[in-house]
């Protein structure tokens, strides 16, 4: 097994969208760093790569054993160890997980780029390890019309950071108007994205005034999104904290 030292990450914990693991050029001060003093790497197949990049399936049995406190790191000049955590590629992406004790990613993180070009010049010409492993889709599974939680990765696809955040924010904010199913107030608020529709909206109903809604604001990043998102979320404390953490200033006052 390979092994690098001296690894710094950065956990994002529960998250499903790779996307949402931040590299390196997005780490914030405010973020909790940890230094790895060992950590083992693993060459993997495409698809068990790709399946702990973006979900939270159950990893593979033999993997675990593998990896079984094969991390650690120090604290108060002690050395302590981590039951499954390590570093993964497809010799193309990179990722550390921590299992929490589990056996499933439950934590993620990028790694700098000096230690990236390091595990690829470690894994370069290793054999890849083919794990027993194969995703399980049930044929009954319908797709949700909207998850602000785990939104699909195309609507967060080219944003930086902050973007991706309020784009989530905004998600959970609509994820209410849906769930209310009140035609008037998804039609004030369709028309204060589409101000020029307003005799046309009078004529949807709710199915239809959410659909077009919906589809048009899952799309990019705008000045139009920051200003319906600030407008959507006044009132809603909860939600208005998360804006002050992104944006630096409370909705309700501005």
């Given amino acids: 097994m390979y092994y690098l030292h001296d690894i710094w990450v950065n956990w994002f914990e529960g998250e499903e969208c790779g996307l949402n ?20 790497v693993l060459k993997l197949r495409e698809d068990l790569y790709l399946s702990i990049e973006n979900g939270m399936s159950e990893l593979p049995d033999q993997l675990l054993k593998d990896i079984f406190q094969q991390t650690h790191f120090r604290k108060n000049n002690e050395r302590k160890f981590i039951d499954y955590c390590t570093i993964v590629t497809n010799g193309n992406g990179i990722m550390a997980f921590d299992t929490l004790g ?12 000096r230690h990236e070009q390091q595990v690829l010049d470690l894994v370069s010409k290793a054999e890849t390890m083919d794990y027993d492993f194969q995703i399980v889709i049930d044929p009954e599974d319908e797709p949700v019309e909207i998850n602000a939680l785990a939104p699909h990765p195309s609507t967060l696809q080219g944003l930086t950071r902050k973007e ?91």
């Avoid at 589990?102 to 780029?113: G, N």
Wanted: proline content about 5%; charged content about 30%.
């Fill in 164 to 254: 991706r955040r309020l784009k989530k924010l905004l998600l959970l904010a609509l994820e209410h108007i849906y769930l209310s199913k009140n035609v008037s107030e998804v039609r004030y608020w369709f028309t204060e994205w589409f101000p020029d529709m307003y005799s046309e909206v009078m004529k949807m109903d709710f199915d239809e005034i959410w659909e077009r809604f919906y589809q048009s604001i899952a799309r990019g990043w705008s000045v139009q999104h920051l200003l319906i998102c600030k407008k959507l979320i006044k009132g809603q404390n909860y939600l208005e904290e998360l804006w002050e953490i992104e944006i630096g200033e409370h909705p309700s006052l501005q």
């Fill in 21 to 40: 693991v931040c590299n390196f050029h997005e780490w914030r001060k405010s973020d909790p760093i940890e230094l790895l003093e060992q950590v083992p």
């Fill in 102 to 113: 589990y056996t499933i990613p439950i934590r993620k993180s990028r790694l700098v780029p």
